[in-house]
């Protein structure tokens, strides 16, 4: 592998303020859509009580933790953390006039931590979660006022942050509000397809906003944005299939081509008339969206098959989108089936598509982990299921695609999103805490920790071509 990794590669990992930082009301902090999700995104919207405690209250502590944290990402050598600001920190409800300062000095804290180690924060705006008060006072991103309260979010930040964070993104995994509209867009999940595509027009214009706003408040900074790489293959060569294929996934390339080319591509007035879905757009909304970004990020777990018979095949689900099993993968303990060449062919999709450096900004297996008697931890499922993605990223890098870096997701066992789980393990780094919440939360070395420590240091020769 030697010589694939550009020299100043930006290796590191990736986590969400929902899933890692708990103290889910401290200094001011207000409930967002996520709090109110304790089961995970496909667990019941309950309101919440005080005394109530969900696993993300808690989640690993790393509100409090994170120097520890912090020292040991530092010691595998990252380069880069990629992680959220919890919205609601900074304004609690998310409609007030001034922010919070003391959700506002945690982000210091934070990033001045990594700063001592050299490691770039890579830090998204909106991960899986926005003030609860938006949702309740104005239906979340079904109304355009949100547009405002997230730009003057995003101006607060930048501003406070612009020396201390040059990479930014702007939503996570954009186009999954699709697919779970209360965490997306805080919608109703029974939503009707006209209100989600609304509530996502206005994210689009939000989102290119936020990057007008970075390219004017920190101009050597980059802003990205970020899309859940559900890359689709034809489960046969039947045109139909082919076609329909397409089709799917341009449902989420749709994101991407809006953000990056700034505007509404074809195809998609087409499907708007089909399906009956109307969406108001104006014509400031069209020059808002000129504004693109300057690089593509995205997700990458598994990939999935398309047929245009759904009906006689049987449906999986990963961990956002329903898909056809491939009968050539295998699968995770959770069913999500394991494809390191499909994230070749996907660099190689949306470098073709947009010209535009790209960072993969996750990528991991969750599994369940064995402390041994003797206190080690030997993931080699971890190892090899990373092994051989970075590999095929180092192919990528060899046709010819721009990337920027490489996050993977967890490097430290978090709360897994869709079910709110910790026995669903992303991490080099263990975490003492159960699904039940027990635990001790003492961190601990996995035997990935030391392989990602040298995949690092070599910048990546010391990956092992499996095939
Ligand atoms: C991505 C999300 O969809 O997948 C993360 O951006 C999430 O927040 C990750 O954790 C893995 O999903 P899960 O459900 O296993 O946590």
Not at 309 to 334: C, F, K
Request: charged fraction near 25%.
């Amino acid at each position: 592998m030697n010589g694939k990794f550009p020299q100043h590669f930006l290796w590191g990992g990736a986590v969400a303020a929902n899933q890692v930082e708990g103290a889910y009301q401290a200094d001011g902090k207000g409930l967002s859509t996520s709090d109110l999700q304790p089961q995970g995104i496909f667990g019941a919207i309950t309101p919440r009580t005080a005394g109530d405690s969900g696993i993300k209250d808690v989640a690993i502590d790393f509100y409090h933790r994170y120097p520890e944290d912090i020292a040991l990402f530092a010691e595998m050598g990252f380069k880069c953390l990629r992680t959220s600001i919890a919205w609601t920190r900074i304004f609690p409800q998310g409609d007030e006039e001034t922010p919070n300062e003391a959700g506002l000095a945690f982000y210091d804290r934070l990033f001045d931590e990594m700063a001592k180690y050299d490691i770039q924060p890579l830090i998204t705006l909106s991960h899986y979660e926005m003030p609860y008060g938006l949702v309740k006072r104005y239906g979340g991103w079904g109304d355009r006022r949100t547009i405002d309260f997230f730009e003057r979010y995003a101006r607060t930040v930048f501003e406070r942050y612009k020396h201390k964070v040059k990479h930014w993104l702007t939503f996570n995994e954009i186009n999954m509000s699709l697919h779970a509209p209360f965490t997306g867009v805080g919608l109703p999940p029974e939503s009707d397809k006209s209100a989600i595509y609304q509530a996502i027009h206005h994210q689009l214009v939000a989102s290119a906003k936020a990057v007008k706003a970075c390219h004017e408040i920190v101009p050597e900074g980059k802003i990205g944005n970020m899309l859940l790489g559900g890359i689709l293959y034809p489960l046969s060569c039947k045109p139909e299939d082919l076609l329909e294929t397409q089709r799917q996934n341009r449902d989420w390339l749709f994101f991407g081509d809006v953000q990056a080319r700034g505007y509404y591509p074809a195809y998609m007035q087409r499907f708007f008339r089909e399906n009956g879905i109307e969406v108001a757009i104006t014509e400031e909304d069209r020059r808002t969206l000129r504004e693109t970004i300057d690089f593509i990020s995205f997700s990458y777990y598994m990939s999935g098959c398309v047929t245009a018979d759904p009906e006689q095949y049987e449906t999986a689900r990963g961990n956002i989108l329903d898909m056809v099993p491939n009968p050539h993968l295998a699968s995770s303990e959770w069913g999500w089936q394991i494809d390191p060449i499909g994230l070749r062919y996907l660099l190689n999709v949306l470098y073709d598509r947009y010209q535009k450096p790209l960072f993969i900004v996750e990528n991991g297996l969750g599994a369940k982990d064995r402390v041994e008697a003797d206190g080690s931890i030997n993931d080699d499922y971890r190892i090899n299921y990373l092994n051989d993605h970075l590999v095929q990223v180092a192919e990528a890098i060899d046709d010819g695609v721009e990337v920027m870096g490489y996050t993977s997701w967890g490097p430290i066992d978090l709360v897994s999103a869709s079910k709110a789980e910790m026995s669903k393990r992303y991490g080099f780094i263990h975490v003492d805490r159960d699904d039940a919440g027990n635990g001790s939360l003492e961190r601990r070395r996995k035997k990935s920790f030391y392989w990602y420590r040298d995949v690092i240091h070599s910048n990546g020769a010391s990956l092992k071509d499996r095939r």
